[in-house]
């Protein structure tokens, strides 16, 4: 079955960190570029990261720039988030989600990951 | 970044109804537009790429349609499992945005 399945979110303090993992399977992981997106209780979806399908190229949003690292193992078909300096606005369901085929929309989600950031 | 902003945010629509979203761009996006449907607790599904490209699986009764910044969903003969809420996105540039979305609500 082609899926992704996302785990590690968890409740952390302010200004703590959180490592995000996304484990794919049922397609070829090293033909596909990857993303997170996230989407904050009650709202709307906001695109985090992307990296490319061999891991060399990678994109922040501002609002994760400088404090989230993407990355990816494909020999182990796995997508992460390294996630520092978390903030009470990085609560979210974070969702993994692969790139269609040479584009940037997203055509396969997993089922997403709660981080909440509270003291 | 390019604001996406879509119209309605909430749609009282009833079974058997067309309805219509609308998304509009703050920039040309080149037809570089997709659509997203969400329930309650599930991962957004994507419906629409390309502006007016089905996904396969995707019932005919949705259309998306639209070009430049000026776009829409359409779906006709509203079914139970269509009450939900649409986003719009687009990846015309290195840093792709949804519209705030739109929730069809009976």
């Known amino acids: 079955e082609v899926q992704l399945v996302e785990s590690g979110g968890l409740w952390v303090q302010p200004g703590g960190s959180l490592r995000l993992s996304c484990a794919a399977s049922?397609?070829?992981?090293?033909?596909?570029?990857m993303n997170w997106v996230r989407q904050a209780p009650g709202k709307g979806l906001e695109w985090v990261s992307y990296?490319?399908?061999?891991?060399?190229?990678?994109y922040y949003a501002d609002s994760t720039k400088g404090r989230f690292a993407i990355s990816r193992d494909n020999a182990q078909n796995s997508l992460f988030l390294q996630m520092d300096s978390l903030g009470d606005d990085d609560t979210a369901v974070y969702y993994c989600a692969r790139s269609a085929w040479k584009s940037w929309h997203f055509d396969l989600w997993g089922r997403g990951t709660l981080v909440t950031v509270s003291s | 970044d390019i604001r996406l902003t879509q119209s309605p945010s909430t749609l009282s629509s009833s079974v058997g109804d067309r309805v219509t979203i609308s998304c509009r761009a703050s920039q040309n996006v080149n037809n570089w537009l997709a659509w997203y449907q969400q329930t309650p607790g599930k991962a957004p599904k994507l419906l629409i790429s390309r502006a007016s490209n089905s996904e396969t699986g995707v019932p005919s009764r949705f259309r998306g349609s639209g070009s430049g910044t000026e776009f829409s969903l359409t779906i006709d003969n509203l079914q139970p499992d269509d009450f939900a809420t649409y986003y719009c996105q687009q990846y015309n540039t290195l840093s792709p945005t949804f519209g705030g979305g739109t929730r069809v609500e009976l």
């Open positions: 990296i490319s399908s061999r891991g060399n190229t990678k």
């Open positions: 049922g397609f070829t992981f090293t033909d596909y570029s």
